[in-house]
């Protein structure tokens, strides 16, 4: 357990690049890994997250092979070529490669068990195995939802119609995942669009898939079951999840601009942008293009003060692995931000809802949770920090309060910094090469 403390600092500059996408990293292993012939990816994201998915899928009969940092080749077993692994497939910490890969085996005439950390052991999986039921998957967990479980796959699945419970992209995956080796149409019903990387792969390997807006809460997106997946190129973008540390570093701390290269920003990615600019942050976005079919841009960020806003709950799922990092911002800021409809932070990585809270109060930051809101009021130049964080088996929440200890009159420490090579494994040396003051804490 290597502890860490971050001091205040000013005058953050530099260029940097962070590390692919998570959620388009696990999706280019997995769907390639469903292709027939050599996929190509660029820009994986090297997290132990997305290398859990991929010795998952090994383990089922995909060939990975690792050419350099940059280049990964994914020989894949065809629509329906899962093999039965002989060994527990462990996802670590991520929630999204277990869910994901809990739909990709639903389909498959095989009994598949899944175990994860400690932090993933207690996170809900009902919400994947209620609609694989309904596909003809048997899914046998510890208290019900927990893991370890066994996933015993349909031998006949059948194709659904599933109209998401929470606005979550890993349940909508699980299912479009699962419909892939299912007879006919699976269709996913959302009331509030999430990211749509799953979609965006799949079409992007061939598969027949379809998208209808038939309200503004209600988006139906249909996947035609047991396409022929061609191998292709994937190239992946900076992940904006991982951008948001550096980019609330440079806004909270005096004198600093810096250039943050190659960000995706895909429309249902950028909530956390569009928040931070509402609070008055200077963000230039250059450079737009399309890469692989996803918007890409750098980022040009300016020390600026905040002020507080309210963020409505129909933003939360453009933004849900954002709001650590917004609550440090907004407690930088002047006033009161009061960001609303967070009962999906109760279930990820940790409790973050309660880790938010906890770790600003220790910081001497005014912090409260009314039902599912978070208010933030902010201290600008003022935040005493001085605190020891728990990190929580949480890769987010010990990267926020790294970055908070930048803007606090005294040093933040977290307890625990082993999480973040999760999904930002270069993220404490990219800070110091910002400027930043972080050490080891013994
Ligand atoms: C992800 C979806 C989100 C997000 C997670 C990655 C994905 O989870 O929090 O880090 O790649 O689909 P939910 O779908 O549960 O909101």
Redesign the pocket.
Known sequence: MTGLVSAPVSGLKGDIGVPGD??IS?RALMIGGMAVGETTIRGLLLGDDVLRTATALEAMGVSIKRDSDDVWRVWGVGVGGLQEPDDVLDLGNS??GARLLMGLVATHPIQVQFTGDASLRSRPMGRIATPLGQMGTQVIARDGDKMPLTVIGARMAMPIEYKLPV?????K?AVLLAGLNTPGETSVIETRP??N?TELMLRHFGATLTVTDEAPDRRVITLTGQPELESKEVIIPGDPSSAAFPLVAALITPESEITIKNIGLNPLRIGMIDTLREMGADIDVTGARDQAGEPVADLVVRTSQLKGVTVPPERA?SM??EYPVLAVAAAAADGVTRMRGLK?LRV?ESNRLAAIADGLTACGVGVEIEDDDLIVTGAPASIPGGAQIESRMDHRIAMSFLVLGMTAKQPVAIDDSHHIATSFPSFVGLMKGLGADIKENS
Do not use: C, L, V, W
């Not at 606005?167 to 349940?171: D, E, G």
């Open positions: 998570k959620s696990h929630g999204t606005p979550s992209a890993q349940i995956s999430s990211r990387h799922p849900i692995d999906e990820k």
